[in-house]
């Protein structure tokens, strides 16, 4: 390696900004003249400086019918992206997640830069998807760094390099820990961090809650907003439903109300992991247009959408998806929970389990090691 050495990177959505921004920490602690390009998010840009590009804003969109609305948009990110490498010739250009974008342009680096060193960190979930992508996968990218113990297998049958580093969840998680008693007359309500999702998801939550009280008048609800703007949003919606219940939004502090909260409601998403690490009992509701949902069906490969469910291979959590997402089954299983000792029980040592998987704390520097190897590997 050079003495001066660039690495570019694109992330997309808010959790890919997060783990971005702590690798790029952990390259820095390895090698402390690193310079690092791309877009990403506000905390990539905090650690890689003003030339970084933040565009989560535009860049994080759900749903089939988005991405076909903005597509003159992507396209012209895209020949952005391609100028900006070419210009800049860095040493590696690292993937965070974001599959739609970051594989299109995996490929096209490939096509271009024969050399160019491709690096993917949080595997995009084709696996879920679509086995037969695997294959092209390993023709357009160097090295994949998983966070799933059982992807590495599938990828490694491939050709695909592959090193599972672990879930750098794990480690943000560990920080946030309070060591508070759980409120037993509290229900935590987690609608999603994007707003068309918590559109869809929320008014089947107050719903949900509006029976759970009139079962359990001592009931309360937390509901954690992602950010500002979804909290007002959230706060718009509760005023409209009349829902007499104490309701509290809390913002930017999912990681303490899954914590004081007796049991949950969650959306699918990272959430479900977050929520199995702090043990707390929930279930998994899903709702989103139905185009966007049968499209994913024809698609989907697993049995489950909730990552707990998918790592244990069978239904731990109860998922209300769809149609399925019904107030009155909802409010059911949520009292179920909070009042069936053996339940809780059996849910909670399963989460035990399947966090253990994750692998220990760390995962951005096991992360950060095997680039530099791969950068020293000329």
């Known amino acids: 390696m050079g003495t001066m050495s660039t690495i570019y990177f694109v992330a997309g959505e808010a959790s890919g900004d997060e783990h971005g921004a702590a690798l790029m920490r952990a390259l820095r602690e390895l090698i402390p003249n690193l310079d690092f390009a791309g877009r990403g998010g506000p905390k990539m840009r905090a650690v890689a ?3 970084f590009i933040n565009w989560s804003d535009s860049a994080a969109v759900v749903g089939l019918w988005e991405v076909v609305k903005r597509y003159g948009y992507f396209r012209e990110q895209f020949q952005n992206a ?3 490498i070419a210009s800049i010739n860095p040493d590696a250009v690292v993937l965070i997640d974001y599959p739609g974008f970051n594989l299109r342009l995996a490929r096209a680096l490939r096509k271009r830069s024969p ?8 595997s995009p979930q084709v696996w879920a998807w679509n086995r037969g992508r695997i294959g092209q996968m390993a023709r357009f ?3 994949m760094l998983c966070i799933f113990p059982f992807e590495a297998e599938l990828y490694n049958k491939s050709g695909l390099r592959t090193v599972f580093v672990g879930h750098p969840m794990i480690e943000n998680l560990a920080r946030l820990r309070t060591g508070e008693e759980r409120q037993s007359n509290l229900i935590g309500l987690f609608p999603g961090s994007r707003a068309r999702e918590v559109r869809k998801i929320f008014p089947i939550m107050m719903e949900a809650a509006r029976e759970i009280v009139s079962q359990r008048a001592e009931m309360r609800f937390e509901v954690a907003a992602a950010s500002e703007p979804l909290a007002l949003e959230i706060q718009q919606m509760l005023g409209s ?4 219940e104490p309701v509290r939004i809390v913002r930017g502090d999912a990681a303490g ?5 007796f049991a949950g409601m969650v959306a699918s998403g990272t959430a479900t992991l977050e929520a199995a690490y702090f043990r707390l009992p929930f279930i998994l509701i899903y709702k989103v247009s139905w185009p966007t949902y ?4 024809l698609v989907l490969k697993t049995k489950h959408l909730g990552m707990p469910n998918v790592l244990a291979g069978r239904e731990i959590i109860p998922e209300f998806i769809q149609h399925e997402a ?3 089954t909802i409010s059911k299983a949520v009292v179920k929970l909070t009042n069936d000792q053996a339940a809780r029980d059996a849910m909670t040592s399963e989460f035990d389990a399947i966090i253990a998987e994750l692998g220990e704390s760390g995962a951005s520097t096991k992360a950060a090691r095997v680039i530099v190897d791969e950068l020293n590997q000329k």
């Open 115 to 122: 050399k160019l060193k491709i690096i993917y960190y949080i």
């Open 49 to 51: 400086g003003d030339v």
């Open 326 to 328: 019904r107030p009155d």
């Open 82 to 84: 391609l100028r900006e």
């Open 257 to 261: 109300t899954m914590q004081r909260a």
């Open 241 to 244: 439903a009349s829902l007499r």
């Open 141 to 143: 990218l160097d090295l």
């Open 294 to 297: 049968f499209a994913a069906r």
